[in-house]
């Protein structure tokens, strides 16, 4: 898919990035996040180049619409890559490779923003449901749910061990009486 040298955008965030194929890493090559003139609000983008060069002159080698983007995360286990998965399940997951941490989470950080302020970013089954109990407001997580869980899990065996010791002092305190 190629893009018309004419065309208006808006470039957003720029860096060197390495797309994952398989198990392989490509050659690492710039990539344009950007907005392409059209539609109501317009397109987002990201464009390959092989030099800045071409990127001034937008002459991209590839380009991959971001419409109904379903997630942007960082990837499990390698903490300087990301991954875009789509709702069309046909569609490749990309994963992108950052040469630091820091420039993930900037890339991160666009997308996430760029598809949000254009609603091409789609909400998770269970955001749409937060967002109904939470009267229908964009309210992101306070905390990490996993994180939450085990602090649920530490609460309640607290306390049972606190009525057990309790028990025993009060029966060793009273006359004769066994715990229940």
């Known amino acids: 898919m190629t893009t018309p040298q004419n065309q208006k ?3 957003i965030f720029k860096g060197q990035l390495q797309q994952k194929v398989k ?15 059209g539609g ?13 060069k071409n990127v001034c002159e937008h002459n991209p ?9 379903q997630y942007v995360n960082v990837s499990i286990g390698e903490e300087r890559t990301f991954v875009i998965g789509f709702t069309d399940k046909n569609r490749p997951i990309l994963e992108l490779h ?7 989470r ?18 998770l089954e269970d955001d749409i449901n937060n967002q109904q109990l939470n009267g229908g407001g964009n309210v992101p997580r306070k905390e990490n749910l996993y994180i939450a869980m085990n602090e649920m899990e530490e609460e309640n065996k607290q306390p049972k061990n606190e009525n057990i010791i309790n ?3 009060t ?9 229940l």
């Open 9 to 11: 955008r808006e470039i």
């Open 23 to 37: 198990t392989i890493y490509e050659d690492e090559l710039w990539v344009v996040l950007c907005v392409h003139e």
């Open 40 to 52: 109501i609000c317009g397109i987002p983008h990201l464009e390959w180049y092989s030099d800045l």
């Open 61 to 69: 080698i590839k380009v991959q619409d971001l419409l109904d983007c």
């Open 98 to 104: 950052c040469p630091t941490i820091e420039e993930r």
């Open 106 to 123: 900037q890339w991160v950080t666009k997308i996430t923003e760029t598809l949000s302020r254009l609603n091409c970013l789609l909400p």
């Open 167 to 169: 028990r025993i002092i």
């Open 171 to 179: 029966t060793k305190n009273s006359s004769n009486r066994l715990p």
